[in-house]
């Protein structure tokens, strides 16, 4: 997939197909045969996380983009809070709060090269902090306990962004062309996991 692809604007985009049958080497000759092979799940589409935030961004509505705007909401509000609390306690470890949702943050997008292990670590912080705060350690597990919600927050709305992208997809063929030319989106097949795209070179 291309790296940083973007979502373009169908006209802004106009690959040479006309139809998914048009592209060379694609598994299916008309969309129908996708849309029923990814209902079976013999068949999903992969996307770019950070054209899917775009995506989701312009033309998310309702209850999907209120939860991601919660989820920002949240992450802003708990850094706040973190330095009021820093102040009233006298507890300045507390700011390094913020420095550490920034850092969590910026890993923990699905685009991230080590996405894996930041995966590892969201997992493991939940551990950390129940055995930080059993032995005593309030701050030491305060700090993990907002490393972890920023990776939780940061993933949920990936997942939000990404089911929306991917559901709009799988329902119009011009958007779907759009979005594979661009290299935003690929085909995998989950029975050989041989994936279809277009390869940045191509592009």
Known sequence: MKPHATVIDRAESQPEWKAV??????????FDQMQAAAAIKSFNIGVDPLAAAEWASRFNGG?????VTALSLLLVTA????VVAAMV?????????????????YVSHPASPIRKWVTVG??????????????????????????????AAVRAAAFITNSSFRKALLKDEELFLAAFASGACTLR???????????PDSL
């Open 63 to 67: 209850t999907r983009k209120a939860v």
């Open 21 to 30: 049958g048009d592209i060379p080497g694609f598994p299916f000759e008309t």
């Open 89 to 105: 306690t006298n507890n300045y470890w507390l700011i390094a709060a913020a420095p550490i949702q920034a850092a969590v943050f």
């Open 122 to 151: 969201g997992a493991l912080s939940v551990a950390a902090f129940v055995d930080l705060l059993f032995n005593g350690w309030v701050t030491a597990a305060t700090l993990v306990a907002y490393a972890g919600l920023t990776f």
């Open 189 to 199: 097949n989950n029975r050989t996991s041989r994936v279809y795209g277009v390869a």
């Open 79 to 82: 850094a706040v809070a973190s």
